[in-house]
């Protein structure tokens, strides 16, 4: 199966791997190829600019959740269109564990065997820059590197005394892009800002492309992506007969959603129907719920005030029909969420508080679902990950926990997934396909059906 592909990585986080992926695909659609993007580990927030340049949804490849196996099947079944375009996570080599490659840009580089172009900020180096891409090269017996682009450059003759050290490594360049602060994204909590937020944006994101797209060399990345070996064809996935309807929350508020997931909710027989909890006044006729991760504390009074959609909610689950909700539809489901000294009332379904903190908890999680629940039948091990700046106080000592803990933080020490009638809310997010979790979702909406 030929796949043109290319994958952009980085020496380290910071280095503009998001708005050099984003110029890439812009002059890539420019040369009239269709590109499908792709991004390294659990990210909600970049997928966002990579699809809002490519107009295709971004699909996650993540080691940790998916396995090797799922990642390749996903990434060769979702590969539709003419490129393939993967931006990698934090620094080429830093995988899970720190002296581990596993679940590193560098491990699924491995795994898609994708050449790759590194990204190193030259803004404080000269000379120095060939010793930091020879050691790139070489850290690993199979480095999968085929080109660098050289980011922040001062000065024309900041250039040439880093083209001059770099020839000695036979690393071709690919792209030299000068220093400009115009060319920053906005940031905002765990990284970039969502682009569901701003039309502004979406517009800075394509400006942004345009610019850098003129410093690099759009053709050599053409011939290396298309040199590309053969990957092995996965059989397409079965889609069953719709049998049931899911309402999915999406706005500006909750939108952290793997794609895979919710097309592994399709597959198993859902029709998904989208609303807004803060536009919106009541739940669409469904026979389950889903409420992903998100910003709610940033709309926290939108949220507040929409009274008839939170107590739709709350009776909805009250009387009983399934409803999962990761991180930020967990604290939508708390009592209050407390944000810059503004407390907003929230649902009301868990006796708890939210609390905004300076404290990012950001991990991979694993542990056991100990208890039946909406996404589970019976005692399971699992694998996810969970990243967030709120913690819940207050929480009710009769309060019920559907996971235990071995790596992560969770609600509370060792303990995460609070149930409640069938509802489970956790802080940490689960990628589907990792188990049967969307089928046996679908199986008890379609109960809840036909009661």
């Not at 360049?173 to 682009?195: A, D, E, F």
């Not at 996404?375 to 996810?384: D, T, V």
């Amino acid at each position: 199966m030929k796949i043109p592909r290319i994958v952009i990585g980085g020496a380290t986080s910071g280095v503009g791997k998001t708005s050099i992926t984003c110029s890439i695909i812009y002059a890539l659609q420019k040369n009239g190829f269709s590109i499908q993007p792709f991004k390294v580990g659990p990210d909600y927030i970049d997928p966002g600019y990579l699809s809002s340049i490519s107009k295709n949804e971004t699909y996650n490849l993540d080691a940790w959740l998916m396995g090797e196996n799922q990642l390749l099947n996903s990434f060769t079944s979702n590969s539709k269109s003419d490129m393939s375009v993967i931006e990698g996570v934090m620094g080429y080599y830093d995988g899970f564990g720190g002296d581990s490659n596993y679940a590193s840009t560098h491990h699924v580089a491995s795994i898609t065997k994708s050449p790759v172009l590194l990204v190193l900020d030259a803004s404080k180096t000269s000379r120095s820059i060939a010793a930091t891409a020879l050691g790139f090269l070489k850290f690993h017996k199979n480095s999968c590197i085929s080109g660098i682009i050289l980011n922040k450059i001062g000065s024309k003759k900041h250039e040439f005394l880093c083209r001059s050290a770099l020839e000695k490594t036979k690393i071709p360049i690919i792209g030299v892009i000068p220093k400009n602060p115009l060319l920053n994204m906005s940031s905002r909590h765990l990284g970039l800002i969502s682009t569901l937020e701003s039309n502004v944006l979406k517009k800075q994101i394509k400006k942004v492309s345009k610019i850098i797209s003129e410093n690099i060399d759009i053709n050599q990345i053409i011939k290396i992506a298309k040199n590309s070996s053969e990957l092995t064809k996965k059989s397409k996935p079965v889609f069953k007969k719709t049998t049931t309807t899911i309402a999915v929350a999406l706005d500006t508020s909750f939108n952290f959603y793997y794609q895979d997931n919710l097309e592994a909710l399709r597959r198993e027989g859902a029709s998904l129907k989208f609303f807004s909890p803060i536009k919106d006044k009541k739940i669409p006729k469904c026979d389950g719920i889903y409420i992903g991760g998100g910003f709610p504390e940033i709309l926290g009074n939108s949220l507040e005030k929409n009274q008839t959609m939170k107590k739709s909610i709350k009776k909805l689950s009250e009387d009983n029909l399934p409803i999962y909700v990761e991180c930020g539809g967990l604290m939508y489901l708390t009592k209050s969420i407390l944000s810059e000294n503004k407390k907003y009332k929230m649902i009301g379904l868990f006796d708890a508080e939210t609390k905004m903190t300076k404290k990012m908890m950001l991990n991979y999680t694993k542990g056991k679902i100990i208890s039946k629940t909406p996404i589970s039948e019976k005692l399971l091990n699992f694998q996810g990950h969970e990243f967030h700046y709120s913690r819940l106080d207050s929480v009710s000592s009769d309060s019920k926990f559907a996971y235990t803990l071995e790596i992560g933080e969770g609600i509370k020490k060792h303990q995460d997934g609070l149930i409640q009638d069938n509802t489970l809310a956790s802080y940490g997010h689960l990628y589907f396909d990792s188990s049967n979790y969307a089928e046996i979702f679908i199986k008890n909406c379609m109960k809840s059906s036909k009661r």
